[in-house]
């Protein structure tokens, strides 16, 4: 029997990242997460991740979940406790019916002045 096939999940989530403690990992809300495509190779994912980021005029950052991280547009260091979109690409099995997330890079994060949140989100 094969293993399963790995599916690379490029998506656009609206988050904050929950603060506890600096020594703590933080909660990560995420209040909206839109599955921008699926891709069958880790190249492809990535390829389409960096034509949407050339579209918003950014770069890829591959940034962390850190109380302070940098503008993917812009380059401004921004509080992640405010609510902001990120653009993740992950592998997954299942993704369409049942994912199960083996791993994920946080491609990109933007400030609001570079991509504004809706009102409702600014949270």
Not at 97 to 115: E, G, K, Q
Request: hydrophobic share 40%; net charge negative.
């Amino acid at each position: 029997m094969s293993a399963p096939a790995i599916s690379w999940v490029l998506q656009e989530q609206d988050q904050r990242c929950v603060w506890i403690s600096p020594t703590h990992i933080p909660e990560v809300d995420i209040s909206i997460a839109t599955v921008l495509d699926i891709f069958p190779t880790k190249d492809l994912v990535f390829d389409a991740a960096t034509k949407y980021l050339s579209q918003l005029g950014g770069r890829m950052e591959f940034s962390d979940v850190r109380p302070i991280e940098k503008c993917a547009c812009c380059g401004t260091d921004f509080d992640t406790n405010i609510r902001h979109k990120v653009l993740t690409v992950s592998a997954e099995l299942n993704p369409e019916t049942d994912p199960t997330v083996l791993d994920i890079w946080y491609v990109a994060r933007f400030c609001i002045n570079c991509v504004p949140m809706p009102v409702a989100y600014n949270g």
